[in-house]
């Protein structure tokens, strides 16, 4: 049992809090205040939203994924829309709005992310870029 306010468990809205911070930070173009939410050795897993997508390490992993991701697109915005909680895991559903660099297509594709959230911190982040992919992952990773 949980002997101070520190140690209790967080509830499924602090969760939803901490992600969507990132997110709302993200959109913001803070993405230092992205970094806050992130554990010091986040996974951010691309691979189930590119094709050989690659899989960024650490704060400095994060901050390759953001140069990476600018220099495709000039318009990189996320939507999340529904959030679910179960355990330390956080699916949330969405779409990204994304515009080619230098040309007039935008395109906004369905996106799934799975977290995984410990000591108020994303330590894992997998990205999906169709729902139904996000929702087996989230329900295989909260069955372990």
């Known amino acids: 049992m949980a002997t101070n306010m520190s140690d209790a ?6 969760y939803i809090d901490i992600v969507g911070r990132g997110y709302a930070a993200f959109n913001a173009g803070d993405f230092e205040a992205v970094v806050a939410v992130l554990h010091d050795d986040i996974v951010w897993d691309m691979s189930g939203a590119v094709p050989d997508g690659p899989v960024y390490v650490g704060h400095d992993g994060f901050r390759k994924f953001v140069k990476d991701a600018f220099t ?3 318009l990189f915005r996320l939507e999340p ?3 679910r909680v179960i355990d330390e895991h956080v699916l949330v559903l969405g779409w990204v709005e994304l ?17 995984k959230v410990s ?9 999906h870029i169709r729902w139904e992919d996000a929702i087996a992952d989230f ?3 909260v069955g372990d």
Do not use: H, I, M, Y
């Open 9 to 14: 468990p967080l509830q499924p809205a602090e």
């Open 119 to 127: 000591d108020g911190k994303g330590v894992e982040l997998r990205n």
């Open 99 to 115: 515009r080619v660099r230098d040309r007039e297509l935008t395109v906004k594709p369905q996106w799934g992310w799975v977290w």
């Open 81 to 83: 829309k529904e959030f």
């Open 139 to 141: 329900t295989a990773a």
């Open 72 to 74: 495709l697109w000039d």
